[in-house]
């Protein structure tokens, strides 16, 4: 069995539960059947175990780096981007007329899992350029989607986004970037961006950069920001690459993990840039990008955290040590690992986790493919707990497989140690944990006059219904509960009362959003046979006995709108 | 102010919480005073600053490597150890005849913080050695002592233990290194030893491992281990290091984090070993090598925590980003982050964290100060949680650190990511959590007719009564909570029901006494006035408000007396 993901899970959420095969019915996606999806699926894992799993460990000892010239990076990687372009899954989601498939997002996100999976540093390329090229095709004129987006789509260039800066990294408000307009309907951009994933590397002809700047004169704060499209070539009008522009590379980033993907501080300096769309809308537009991203970040959290389930389970399994507890005779011989109660629970909590995360993901996915008003509102309050969520809970998965293997999973010869130290960065990249919670309680809950929670609510509440009653019921609770405390919070309106604790709010409904997918998992499964249902039920069981109940001290907490941190003397602190 | 510890917090617990001058009215103590006692803080610090802070990052960097015929460390470490052996400290709770300074272990363990605190890896291996010789001390012949513990106390020589083996880590009655009696009293001892710290280096002329191994014939378990002291070389009469003793290195393991100390697979092929005491009696001496080395692993996990909290504090308050929620005019200039609610939420509760870990730490050194059958027994249930809570919490306070610096935490170019990945060991090193949780809920509740777990109630009701009513009723509650719980669970005497879940005991019970220690703490506080008291105040009522809480939903399960896990079928897990 893989142990990258497994495709039994997969197949069960696709079709057993949201039952995407429904979405054929629609006019986007009719030339698609369930023979076309699991053609997409099976090629994914193909080239995920093949191409991309093979160099995960060597992408982390032999990371990238910058000789003064050129970024090296090892050579497997682009020979899997080569792969990954070929095989089609570059373009699936988007439109024939753009040279895609019009594959279902839920699908492509299925797929694109595979590849997070088996190697978080070499799919960082193309979940950057992808995301680049939605923005581009969403926003940008035919010229700048001809110029740019095509070569993007056939892999010759890729893509970044430049939002943060040294200065500027939670709040964008305060970026410097300036752009000043060169008389010829172009700009020329100057300043200092930080953070860039694929920011530099020698696995393209060229570097898409889309940059935020302000324009000299725009208002201060994040309404005076622009977008533009900054190549580190210039592109000659037959589509070859020209000469340098204004980018250079002031440094590459020395991570913890992830560190397959560059990570770069880039100096631009009288960059030609083009700007997209129309002046001041440079973080509306982008906000497109970054909400796939968030979304693509939690998927990358939960692959993280799935491959490392598989692999801990696999290790106990075949690690022999020790006796159960009720029989501790030394004559008797040593069982496999799995047998001890406290590997269970790591185990039975780390499954708990990454299925749990896995639906969710896939549940978000989907909401773009039959989008309505409805829908884009549920994905918009949904998606601060896609990134979040998965971020602190499959990073434990994470913890508990380095726990699980001992001593062996503190050391580099297991990869579940990589996992660790890769999925560390999903809590700070695309908007820490923290900025997560401000915008689901900031802004989320409360914008439409309460229209998203109040919805996410009765779709929580009708899977509830239709679970069993001892599973069920917690949950209504824990939704009538949560209803309650958001308006105690914000009942008279301060901010600062309300987002006192916004992390708790965020842990608290990330746990009640999670406690659903196990419902509906629940309710998928029935009462069919066989040892995968009896673990989904069984995990469903433990999500609602063994998670859920964390959230009632949490809730407390915010319901005595306490405001310790808000009003401490820092001074305090040491 | 240093970043690696805080003095004013060690003078705090030390002088006005746990009265350490009154020790020396104890005969053993009598030489020393405050300035004793100061002097020795001083020192630690100065050189735990000078000798140990600089090379930390390059400990980790350049890790020992194995060239194939001996081990390269880098030469800062054996420098830090001359300057530390020279400065006393190695010796400092010893008797005055064995050429120690009778220091009391709970100065010493402060001082010997500031060493783990600055550098980890380096510390080790002086704590291993003070380890083993005390266990020779307390165990060994003349014969012995002279020969083994008085070269190691001089700095010539250095000390391991060896428990583990490939296949025997957690379950040491399987233990299968032998020992064949060579007919002259010394012993021919061949196996493999696993996960040895400091099994080979030439940061001394040799190494002195402590083996456990099993004499032929000798009963199945752990009752058929015996100690033996088998040295990398033999000695000469004359004090001298002879030729190899049969011990080889068989590799090293790689680590995540700790790397400066060398962590090597040994093998032993009929290498000369002396035993140690008694034959069948190893694993008890082993114990008292092994509950020391528990306390240290406890206090290393604090020390980093430590140090990530002063570090993540400072940059908090340079760090300048975004504004204050009440107030979101994008006009209005920055702030430090330490103004920001979720930052002064993961500062403080990584301050509760890693002052209430460290009180605990000092609290349990202190008993071994103060010798009674009483403070043996409380002393024996709070091993478990020494080793396992700050393993857990203080590492918490890591996590926290990397997040507060944001995408710079998650570089190497801060310091709070080594801490970070340091850090994980703590929980798999000397009895994982798993174990801790067994021996706390299977033993050391249950022995003497639970009068430890009584000893242990009484001692923190004490602690609450003289508590503000808020502080105090919550944590004399959960007292009687946890003592009703734990008669539940052992009401029928069946191991598989009661210890199901024994790690949830052991998180309710770690959270329980570090409630007390913050209750401790803020009596000892009293109404003083000035930033350092208001802290602890505040810390206090943030660990009873905040942390206490999460103990109810883990009392909650194990009052169900919940068995999911013992009785799950590992097949449903996938």
Redesign the interface.
């Known amino acids: 069995?893989s142990k990258i993901l497994?495709r039994r899970?997969l197949d069960f959420l696709l079709y057993e539960w949201l039952g995407v095969e429904a979405l054929t019915a629609r006019e986007r996606f009719a030339e698609h059947s369930r023979e076309t999806f699991d053609a997409f699926l099976d090629l994914s894992e193909q080239i995920a175990e093949r191409d991309f799993a093979p160099h995960n460990r060597r992408n982390d000892i032999e990371e990238p780096t910058f000789d003064g010239v050129r970024v090296q990076v090892i050579p497997e990687v682009a020979a899997a981007l080569k792969v990954f372009t070929e095989s089609g899954l570059l373009a699936a989601t988007l439109d024939v007329g753009h040279g895609g498939y019009q594959l279902p997002h839920v699908v492509a996100r299925a797929c694109f899992l595979w590849f997070q999976a088996a190697n978080i540093g070499t799919s960082s390329y193309p979940m950057l350029t992808m995301a680049n090229a939605g923005l581009l095709l969403a926003h940008g004129t035919e010229e700048q989607v001809a110029t740019f987006v095509r070569p993007m789509l056939e892999g010759r260039f890729t893509g970044t986004m430049c939002l943060?800066e040294p200065?500027?990294?939670?709040?964008l408000?305060?970026t410097l970037t300036r752009a000043v307009p060169a008389g010829d309907g172009t700009y020329k951009v100057s300043g200092s961006k930080?953070?860039i994933s694929g920011g530099d590397h020698e696995l393209s002809e060229t570097i898409v950069h889309l940059v935020l700047a302000r324009v000299a004169g725009a208002p201060?704060?994040?309404k005076g920001l622009s977008l533009f499209v900054v190549p580190k070539h210039l592109v000659e009008p037959d589509g070859t690459v020209g000469e340098r522009n204004g980018v250079t590379l002031a440094g590459l980033?020395?991570?913890?993990?992830y560190r397959g993907t560059t990570n770069a501080v880039l100096s631009f300096d009288e960059a030609t840039g083009y700007l997209v769309g129309e002046q001041g809308r440079g973080l509306a537009y982008m906000f497109h990008m970054m909400n796939e991203a968030r979304i693509g970040v939690g998927a990358g959290a939960v692959a993280l955290g799935y491959t490392g389930?598989?692999h801990a389970?696999a290790y106990s399994?075949e690690r022999?040590?020790?006796?159960?507890?009720?029989g501790k005779d030394?004559?008797a011989p040593?069982v496999p690992i799995?047998?001890?109660?406290?590997?269970?629970?790591m185990?039975?909590a780390s499954?708990a986790y990454v299925e749990g995360g896995l639906a969710l993901v896939l549940y978000a996915a989907k909401l773009l493919d039959e989008p309505s008003p409805e829908h884009d509102l549920l994905l918009d309050v949904l998606t601060p707990i896609v990134k979040a969520w998965p971020s602190q809970w499959c990073r434990l998965a994470d913890d508990h497989a380095?726990?699980i293997h001992?001593?062996y999973?503190?050391?580099?010869?297991y990869p579940v140690?990589q996992f660790?130290?890769d999925n560390?960065?999903n809590?700070?990249?695309e908007g820490?944990?923290?900025i997560q919670?401000?915008d689901l309680l900031?802004r989320k809950v409360t914008m439409r006059d309460g229209a998203g929670l109040a919805l996410l609510l009765d779709r929580i509440r009708a899977t509830a219904r239709q679970a069993p009653d001892d599973l069920g019921g917690p949950v209504l609770a824990a939704c009538d509960r949560l209803a309650r405390t958001t308006a105690t919070l914000w009942r008279d309106g301060?901010?600062?009362v309300a987002?006192?604790?916004?992390?708790a709010y965020l842990d608290a409904a990330g746990h009640l959003v999670v406690a659903w997918m196990w419902l509906a998992q629940r309710n998928a499964a029935g009462d069919r046979a066989g040892?995968?249902y009896?673990?989904k039920r069984?995990a469903a069981?433990?999500f609602i006995?063994?998670e859920l109940?964390?959230t009632?001290?949490l809730l407390?907490?915010l319901d005595s709108r306490?405001t310790?941190?808000?009003d401490?003397?820092?001074?305090?602190?040491?």
Chains 1, 2 share one sequence.
């Open positions: 069995m497994s899970d943060s200065q500027a990294g939670s709040s408000s305060d930080m953070w201060a704060g994040v980033n020395h991570k913890m993990g389930y598989l389970l399994r022999v040590q020790g006796r159960p507890v009720a030394p004559a040593p799995v047998q001890h109660p406290d590997v269970r629970r185990l039975l499954k380095v726990q001992g001593g999973g503190y050391t580099r010869e140690e660790y130290r560390r960065l809590s700070i990249h820490t944990d923290g919670a401000l900031g301060n901010p600062t987002l006192a604790n916004a992390t040892a995968f009896d673990g069984l069981r433990y006995t063994h109940p964390r009632g001290p407390d907490l306490d310790l941190m808000a401490l003397d820092d001074r305090c602190l040491g």
